[in-house]
């Protein structure tokens, strides 16, 4: 830095040395050392050309000023004529002035008086040398002789050195002076115009003035570059860069300008030569041209100067800027590494398992990889700073630091890792040795559990299982830990006490499978070496068992079966034998069948160890992220932080996660923990907290919300903030992620335990509380595919709880739809996903999956639905096991589904037929309280399936309100009040089926229940008459009451079409072709009995659950009635 001042000092103080110099020459060209003044100054005076000069030469050189005749010359104030001969007597070189000057006064045409005064005047104020002064005297006679004789008698008068020719004629004038040398009103030959003089003059010393004044400016401009002060910063520095050359430019671009001004100059002079090649420029015009190539050359030198000063400075400002630029980014890249060796500090875990030190060691690799990046950033920055250094630049003594510092960091980032690397590795070959003799172990438990304990009873058997004994223990040198003190000797740098004392837990299960191998042995060298008389089996008395190590009926019942699922299922046979023939082979067979039950209650109650420290951490991290995330969101020092799209999303975001939180503390853990002695009863723990874990399945349901909200805001500050507070390593997402992973390792931790405990008392109820958590799977599973549907109008929870939901190839072929929307056949089949409700089945399609996460979850487009009160279905469709039908209205809409394979047909119809069956139950519950609160006057108890409808109710209150005839229309009011006739193949409305229709249907179906007269009379004879599909006799004549009742004859036959409200019965008369509404008790049944296999019905008030059909098979061998399956 100091040489660089130094030297830039130097090329300034150069700089000005040479620009001074310019000035000097500029003055000395323009001898404005001696007189300075120019001929801008005294214009006005030298255009009056009382005297000139021509640029004639005397001849010895001397130069020639010219005193035209001029009448007025006495009148010229002193001042004016003393800058005029001052200015001309300049102009010349200082080497022709130094000779003096010959003046040529041409008075021919004024007095002797004027001439003497002019003469005297000249003389008293000529301010150079003279070397002569011819004198053209009046040509008139008089004023001839008079000035002869003045002369001789006043010679003295005029004092001058230099002598003074008085001359008669203008050939006297040649006489001393060349006609060459003399103007053409002197009788000469120079071409002189006073005009293109002054013009010339006037732009010279302008072009020289100028010449200064850019010496002047540079040297100023210089000056100023060099005092400027270096800015601390890039932006800075760049500005002062751009604001120096801008103004660089701009002095560079007036120095251009003034060339150009001096080469137009010295063209002008050159121009009688451009016009007339053989014209010879006098010496002025010499003089002015030298004096031009002489300003343009001081020009040039000046320009010269500046340009070697400005390449200095711009090449320190340029370094200056490099070395801003390498500061920054040195500030960047050491804060970046030292994150990165902050962050490497944190990595001290050095895992708990296997499968955590291998995803430790690839969380470092990662880590390292990312890390790279700012490491590879350091190492390009050292390079560029040693480049610099290389190129001479002036702040070596701040560079060179700073990249040896890079340089010690990127070394010491790679010394860490590699140490992290090492520790990990030797951790991972820790835990494999400790994993190899776990597995040993188990395998070492498994084939002690697995050696049938009969075959061992004979000596044969005995040294069988001695030898698989053996031949294992011979594997125990290469898999088992054998010194603990070496073990902590060779690990003694990542040995902590987690670990310590779980290499302590291992050598522990390895010194006890070790002892249960020993007493094994011992137990098969005695059988082994037994008395030749075989053990004979004696059956057990019932009084005498021994007792189980789980006296529990599921164990009893294991014994007596057995048998054994994957070779685990102890034997139970020798727990069986008599007290009194107990001997030491039986002792022996207990013996080994302890060892048994001790190693699976060792794993038991290492699954009830992993289901408890899971637990525990789970609601740990729960806490954490309710209490450093969530409520930190209210928290108001954290509010500059929130984003406006996550302000008061906190619920969207965490759903209920809280709710989840306080029922893991508070109950869920605490109960668990009581198990912890009896690990195979912890099924129960899950039997009595099943309703809670309904919580998982809102909280799924919001998933999607958080995680569309998580995406939007988690480059929040707030986020950051609140990771860097929890020292967490993984960021908000992954935590949210928790609970999802926590519903979902619950099923796999009771399939574990249930393995082991098969024989156990809680086997059975760890069977069910696992089925309970794969329901709660599958429920969550399910709602996030009911969520997913959109372009339903209604309520989904009014649709009843979801039963099952897939896709489907449906084919459709509605037979009897209504005309303006009649469906032909379609041959291809639909890609349908099905949703299965308590009281509708809805038809979706499915659309591409798209996004990321949860978003990459299928959307459903809803299509249309099926109320499960007008459903049928028919179980088997010929040529496909695979395939059913759902029909609805009577066969009206038929849709052929066929399943992906045949258990997913059999599951969906057995499910439809309990939602059928339910509703007929219902249906039947509902039928019998409506006719025992007609009769008794009694209140209507509400079903737990179902409640009645709400049109049966409607028609009941208003049958009690009235009391009218039930055989008249009129006891229905007006004719307005009558219930509209139906639309057939509306998807909700109440159906009916006729005969045709009971004659084509083989499956389960949808219609109103028949109650017979005899069923009528048993349950009281009060309640309305109920729809039986079919025909039926008017027995009381039917006058039209209105515009949809119909009129008919006692005797007419009708087809029942649909069941109304109040009583009220839709029929076709057959007789006429009309229809409309009749009262039910004005008709008398004509055909009661269908041709279809088990008609069973329900109503919901005219609107029946579903008519339920096993199929085609078992059609019209049963002839059945809905009255008789009832009883």
Known sequence: MRFWLRNEDMALEEMVQRLNAVSRHTDEIMHQDIVPLCAADIQDQLKKRFAYLSGGRGKDGCPVITFPDYPTFSDIPDKEFQNVMTYLTSVPSLQDAGIGFILVIDRRQDKWTSVKASVLRIAASFPANLQLVLVLRPTGFFQRTLSDIAFRFSRDDFKM??????????????????????????????????????????????????????????????????????????????????AHTEKKDKMKEDMKLALQEGHSILESIREPLARNPEYSLNQDQLDNQTTVQRLLAQLSETEAAF??????????????????????????????????????????????????????????????????????????????????????????????????????????????????????????ELHGVLETSMKWCDEGIYLLASQPVDKCQSQDGAEAALQEIEKFLETSAENKIQELNKIYKEYESILNQDLMEHVQKVFQKQESTEEMFHRRQVSLKKLAAKQTRPVQPVAPRPEVFTKSPCPSPGIRRGSENSSSSEG????????????????????????????????????????????????RAYVEELLCVLEGYAAEMDNPLMMHLISTS??????????????????????????????????????????????????????????????????????????????KKL??????????????????????????????????????????????????????????????????????????????????????????????????????????????????????????????????????????SLSMAAVGITENVKGDNKKFEIWYNAREEVYIIQAPTPEIKAAWVNEIRKVLTSQLQAFREASQHRALEQSQSLPLPVSSHTSPSRGNTKA?????????????????????????????????????????????????????????????????????????????????????????????????TVEVIHEGDEGLWYVRNLSTGQEGWVPAGSLSTLIGKSKSAQCLSSSESGTGSALLSNSSSCSESCNTTFSDLKG
Not at 770 to 779: E, N, P, Q, R, V
Not at 843 to 859: M, Q
Not at 993 to 1019: C, V
């Open 646 to 723: 996550l302000q008061n999303k906190k619920d969207v975001l965490f759903g209920n996660m809280e709710e989840i939180y306080h029922f893991h503390n508070r109950i869920f853990l605490r109960e668990l923990e009581n198990y912890i002695d009896c690990p195979e009863l912890v099924g129960r723990c899950f039997l009595g907290r099943m309703e809670e874990f309904q919580v998982y399945e809102k909280y799924c349901q919001n998933k999607p919300r958080s995680e569309s909200l998580w995406r939007q805001c988690s480059d929040c500050p707030f986020f950051q903030e609140c990771q």
């Open 727 to 864: 020292d967490h390593k993984l960021s908000l997402d992954s935590y949210l992620l928790k609970p999802v992973q926590r519903i979902t390792k619950y099923q796999l931790l009771l399939k574990e335990m249930l393995k082991y405990s098969k024989n156990c008392e809680g086997a059975e109820d760890l069977q069910e509380a696992l089925s309970s958590i794969l329901g709660i799977l599958k429920a969550v599973n399910d709602s996030m595919h009911l969520i997913a549907i959109t372009g339903y109008d209604g309520n989904l929870s009014d649709l009843g709880k979801l039963l099952m939901q897939g896709s489907f190839s449906v084919w459709t072929d509605h037979k009897k739809g209504h005309s303006k929307v009649k469906d032909l056949a379609r041959f291809k089949p639909m890609q349908r996903h099905l949703f299965l409700h308590e009281k509708a089945v809805l038809f979706c399609k499915k659309r591409e999956e798209n996004g990321e996460g949860y978003e990459k979850a299928p959307s459903y487009s809803y299509k249309q």
């Open 956 to 1052: 009941v209150r208003k049958l009690e309100e009235r009391k009218t005839d039930p055989l008249s229309l009129e006891g229905y009011g007006s004719s307005a009040s009558l219930p509209k006739p139906p639309e057939k193949g509306k998807g909700w409305s109440k159906t009916s089926h006729s005969l045709e229709a009971s004659e084509d249907n083989d499956g389960w179906s949808s219609a109103e229940e028949l109650i017979n007269s005899s069923d009528a009379e048993e349950e009281g004879g009060a309640g309305p008459r109920k729809l039986v599909p079919g025909k039926y006799t008017v027995v009381v004549d039917q006058e039209k009451g209105g515009p949809d009742a119909l009129s008919a004859k006692s005797g007419d």
């Open 568 to 615: 685990n299922v102890l034997r139970r046979g020798s727990y069986r034998r008599a007290k009194s023939e107990m001997s030491e082979n039986q002792q022996v067979r207990s013996g080994s069948t302890g060892d048994e039950e001790e190693s699976l209650a060792i794993l038991r109650r290492h699954v009830m160890n992993e289901l408890l420290e899971t637990e």
């Open 307 to 428: 340009d070697e000063f400005w390449a200095k400075h711009q090449q320190k400002l340029e370094q200056c800027l490099q070395l801003r630029h390498f500061e920054q980014n040195f500030r960047e890249v050491k804060v970046a590494l030292d994150g990165v060796s902050q962050k490497i500090s944190t990595f001290t875990d050095v895992g708990n398992s296997l499968a955590h030190v291998k995803h430790l060691l690839k969380d470092l690799a990662n880590f390292e990889e990312k890390s790279n990046v700012s490491v590879e950033k350091a190492r390009a920055l050292s390079l560029e700073g040693s480049q610099l250094i290389e190129n001479k630049h002036y702040a070596v003594d701040s560079i060179h630091p700073k990249c040896n510092e890079l340089q010690h960091l990127c070394d010491r980032f790679a010394a860490e890792i590699g140490k992290r690397r090492n520790l990990l590795n030797k951790s991972l």
């Open 161 to 242: 050195k230099v002598p003074i020719i008085m001359l008669s004629s203008v050939p006297e004038l040649h006489g001393y002076i060349d006609k060459s040398q003399l103007t053409e009103d002197l009788g000469g030959t120079l071409d002189y115009c006073h005009t293109r003089w002054l013009c010339h003059r006037t732009a010279i010393e302008s072009f020289a003035l100028m010449v200064k004044q850019t010496a002047q400016m540079l040297q100023s401009f210089g000056t100023e570059l060099a005092e400027t002060e270096l800015p601390n910063d890039a932006q800075s520095t760049s500005l002062v860069l751009s």
